[in-house]
């Protein structure tokens, strides 16, 4: 990590990490789509991967308008949540339950990621970086909002096909 001599030198590290993070993210979503037998559930992630490659470019453009370079540091935070959620793939059981589980470790997922664009957004806001604070609410909301698609699908849906004891 670079040196956090200033409230920008802290912007441009979580940006380099959430942009990471992100990367990360649309690598894993194949594979947790097809763990998934819920068909709402599935159509959730389908959509989130979707809205996150859109994601991804709106990161690319905000580097564009401040001049910067994506760097390789690999976000570990997001690794950790991804490498706990590799673990529910392989794992054997009941299809709901493992569903549940899924929608578990998703939700990991978008807490980081508000956490990251709530940072960013409220920086980007006191850098006085109005644009780009615009552009990370609107991801901060999809994220939001995604957790909240996710929530329903589990009490609406999946808990509720799923063997209790
Ligand atoms: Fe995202
Ligand atoms: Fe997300």
Do not use: W
């Not at 649309?26 to 859109?54: G, V």
């Not at 453009?61 to 997001?78: S, T, Y």
């Not at 299809?95 to 940072?119: C, F, N, R, W």
């Amino acid at each position: 990590m670079e040196d956090l001599n200033t409230l920008n030198d802290l912007f441009e590290s979580e940006l380099q990490d959430v942009y990471n993070a992100e990367q990360q993210v649309m690598q894993a979503m194949p594979k947790m789509i097809d763990a998934a037998s819920d068909t709402k559930l599935r159509d959730k992630l389908q959509r989130h991967m979707m809205e996150t490659e859109k994601q991804i470019r709106r990161l690319d453009d905000i580097f564009d308008m401040l001049d910067m370079e994506p760097e390789a540091e690999v976000c570990e935070g997001m690794a950790g949540i991804i490498r706990d959620g590799e673990k529910v793939i392989q794992a054997k059981g009941d299809p709901m339950v493992k569903d549940a589980a899924l929608i578990a470790g998703a939700q990991k997922v978008e807490h980081y990621e508000i956490t990251s664009y709530g940072t960013l957004r409220s920086l980007a806001q006191t850098l006085g970086m109005d644009d780009i604070a615009l552009k990370l609410e609107r991801t901060l909301k999809e994220e939001f909002k995604t957790d909240e698609l996710l929530t329903g699908v589990a009490e609406r849906g999946v808990n509720k096909k799923a063997p209790r004891e």
